[in-house]
């Protein structure tokens, strides 16, 4: 079962290797600086409000700069089961709810 997680400002994320970004078709680029996700860390992160999978480096530099939007968490409670079910799959489980 996949984990869904959330951050600091409870927007949700899921950790995903490299075979997880294959299946569904995408090709391990991340979304934000375009590099191959595997040379900035060994797992992509797939992150409902980006709307993409980007490498942890870019993951880590949004999270010292995002802000909580509650326009964007209500969204994310009505999309983001559909979201993450169409790329990893039915088996998933959301952290803390």
Do not use: T
Not at 12 to 26: H, K, L, R
Not at 35 to 58: A, D, Q, S, T
């Amino acid at each position: 079962m996949k984990k869904i997680k959330k951050d600091k400002c409870g927007y949700y994320y899921a950790d995903v290797e490299m075979q997880e970004i294959y299946n569904w078709g995408g090709l391990g680029i991340c979304d934000s600086c375009g590099e191959p996700i595997f040379m900035n860390g060994r797992i992509g992160k797939l992150v409902w409000v980006l709307g993409g999978c980007i490498c942890e480096k870019c993951f880590n530099d949004w999270q010292s700069r995002n802000k909580r939007y509650e326009e964007d968490l209500a969204l994310q409670e009505e999309c983001a089961e559909r979201y993450y079910k169409n790329y990893l799959g039915k088996e998933i489980e959301f952290d803390g709810m």
